[in-house]
């Protein structure tokens, strides 16, 4: 009724033809070939003088995969065409839609394919000397007893430097947000302190102090543990950046609720203690974690003080090997621990954000 309508009244624009899909049709397509051409060749180095294995996985199952949104792109192609003809403008932009949809679906396909088959090929090219140099299955099982154990130094390093950052790095940031012009030593200080080790990298300090304190025999400061002294190193530097998280989130607190609940009679130390810590606390508790897993990566520095974590373990299997596979599982085992808590960062920045959205 619509394209009638059009058709028979005098001075009535014709409509704009549905937006071409033979770009992303022909585009689909090329991709589609390269990511084939690729699987292919990873195929042939994976399972080299096996022919079922490369027409069959190497060319058939990408052909599959890619082809079935392409195809579907194609008939949606067709489908548009065909109602452009019956003078339906309407059909034949939605048809065009589907088209572009499904083409857009095939490159997508087509790249995690080739990104896939590329990596594949390279890991196996040349008699597989990659696979065999990071990726040699019996040499990263061979210690992986032994570095899970070494993990637990790492752990050990990563909680006890957390909680101690966690506890300085309020103590500065409450110190910087002290108002009034009484307290201009002490934002001085902790602003001095914030900016000092923000800017030391992590090793030197590791270096510095597992090495340093030793050598004074000052009683006490001297007679810790290595371990004790890179918690202590890593405290001081992540306390640094603690306190920029927990003033960001002091500060976005509406200065109204400080206000209110000094009017309700709270002293200063209550205002700080029963509402802006709980809340800077909630809204800080998905970067805070983010925080802790850049720590728990840091903890692999103190292999430059000696001791042996999961790295140095790793390290002295790759020694005795000849070969680096063992240390490619360390980094294995600390991606394993850090993606669960990766996730749980997602989760709380997505419900803070519907939190946010709600309000």
């Known amino acids: 009724m619509f394209t009638e309508e059009l058709s028979t009244v005098d001075g009535t624009p014709t409509p704009a ?47 599959l995969v890619i082809g079935v949104p392409l195809g579907r792109a194609f008939v949606a192609a067709n489908e548009s065409s065909t109602q452009w003809l019956e003078h339906n403008p309407v059909g034949a932009r939605i048809a065009a839609s589907r088209s572009r949809d499904h083409s857009i679906t095939a490159i997508g396909v087509s790249g995690a394919l ?7 090929w390279v890991i196996f090219v040349n008699g597989g000397a990659v696979q065999q140099t990071f990726f040699n299955i019996e040499f990263m099982f061979e210690g992986l007893g032994d570095i899970f154990k070494a993990l637990l130094v790492n752990v050990q390093i990563a909680v006890g430097a957390q909680i101690l950052a966690m506890v300085f790095g309020l103590l500065l940031a409450v110190g910087r947000l002290l108002p009034g012009k009484g307290f201009a030593p002490i934002r001085a200080l902790c602003i001095t302190y914030i900016d000092v ?19 004074t025999e000052v009683p006490v400061l001297s007679e810790g543990s290595l371990v004790v002294y890179a918690i202590v190193a890593l405290s001081i530097t992540y306390s640094a950046y603690n306190a920029e ?17 000094v009017s309700l009679g709270l002293t200063p130390g209550d205002v700080m203690r029963f509402v802006m810590v709980p809340q800077m606390f909630r809204n800080i508790a998905a970067p805070m974690l983010s925080q802790f897993i850049g720590l728990q990566k840091d903890t ?3 292999i430059v003080v000696g001791i042996i974590d999961a790295f140095s373990q790793a390290k002295i299997y790759a020694a005795n090997d000849f070969n680096l596979s063992a240390v490619t599982a360390v980094c294995f085992v600390f991606v394993l621990i850090t993606i669960p808590q990766t996730r749980f960062v997602d989760y709380l920045l997505a419900r803070t954000s519907v939190s946010r959205k709600g309000k």
């Open 245 to 261: 998280l927990y003033r960001a989130g002091l500060e976005s607190i509406n200065p109204d609720q400080n206000a209110a609940a």
């Open 17 to 63: 033809e549905p937006m071409a899909t033979k770009h992303y049709r022909s585009g689909a397509v090329i991709l589609a070939a390269l990511t084939i051409a690729v699987c292919a060749m990873f195929i042939a180095e994976l399972l080299p003088a096996n022919t079922l294995a490369l027409v069959g996985i190497g060319v058939l199952v990408p052909a």
């Open 114 to 120: 080739a990104v896939i088959g590329i990596v594949g």
């Open 197 to 215: 080790f923000r800017g030391i990298p992590s090793v030197v300090l590791i270096y510095l102090v597992c090495f340093g304190l030793p050598l």
């Open 300 to 302: 692999a520095l103190v």
